[in-house]
């Protein structure tokens, strides 16, 4: 019996043509079957992917057809993009904030600013201080003699108190108490620990030149206001109960005072 050389080969190509055409029937009807079920059945699929994991071959084929048929307003990628499946925002947000932040139902309160140092309130009731200037007075008034005692004084030799000032449970004021009063006579500096008084006559000058030689004929004299400044703080918040500060002075404006010479006339 002669057996032809093709029969071999003509029985393998009626045995394994089947088993080709059963497996690409099989990828056919998966490629059919999951597009139809992601299209009718969207948020089923979605559901289903996220239980399975991306790696599943029907969820990468639904995230191709949701993405390049969804539109401008898929999630997939818009316009003919492809891409994995995209959860919606969580409930209150859009689509931007799920994405550039993370809500945070409950959080902790914001921690409250520390209450500011004592310090930082003694200065700001330092610069409240609102010290007068003092005005200068004589007696001879505007114009004295050589060698004849003249009166000084002054107003605004004051003590001044600021308003309190609280924050928290502690409260801060400053008090300033004036100390002395220094002169600026144009012909000598003198010091008085008072304001002086025109009745009582604590502070005085007189003068040895007449003030002829300056400009205008006067001296233009000045008086300057020293205060001794300290304070105090009350309060469970307190880092101290007080202390003192610098001293502060504040200067009058120049008066012109004429010193003129006595003219005697003595007969022959």
């Known amino acids: 019996m002669l057996i032809s050389p093709f029969s071999e080969g003509h029985a393998m190509s009626h045995k394994h043509p089947p088993r080709r055409r059963t497996a690409s029937s099989i990828i056919v009807a998966t490629l059919i079957t999951a597009p139809a079920l992601a299209l009718a059945f969207p948020s089923q699929a979605a559901a289903e992917c996220e239980a399975r994991g991306p790696k599943d071959i029907d969820c990468n ?38 994405i550039d932040a993370v809500a945070v139902p409950g959080g902790n309160a914001p921690i409250a ?16 201080a609102a010290l007068p200037i003092p005005r200068v007075h004589t007696a001879p008034e505007n114009k004295t003699y050589v060698r004849l005692r003249t009166v000084l004084w002054v107003d605004g030799f004051e003590t001044v108190q600021t308003e309190p000032i609280t924050v928290g449970d502690q409260t801060v004021q400053a008090t300033a108490e004036p100390q002395s009063v220094t002169w600026d006579l144009g012909e000598k500096k003198l010091v008085c620990d ?30 300057t206001v020293t205060w001794k400044l300290h304070w105090t703080c009350e309060g469970a ?3 101290s109960d007080g202390g003192t500060l610098s001293d502060q002075t504040r200067t009058s404006q120049p008066t012109p005072l004429i010193v003129s010479e006595i003219q005697t006339n003595t007969g022959q």
């Open 113 to 128: 600013p520390a209450p500011p140092t004592t310090w930082l309130l003694v200065q700001q009731a330092s610069d409240s």
């Open 61 to 98: 084929i639904s995230g191709v057809i949701e993405g390049t048929t969804g539109g401008g307003g898929g999630r997939g990628g818009g316009t003919g993009g492809s891409g994995p499946f995209v959860p919606p925002p969580p409930e209150g947000l859009t689509e931007n904030q799920a």
């Open 194 to 223: 008072d304001a002086g008084s025109k009745e009582k006559e604590t502070c005085t000058y007189t003068y040895r030149r007449s003030s002829s030689g300056h400009a205008g004929g006067a001296y233009q004299i000045t008086a």
């Open 237 to 239: 918040d307190c880092d």
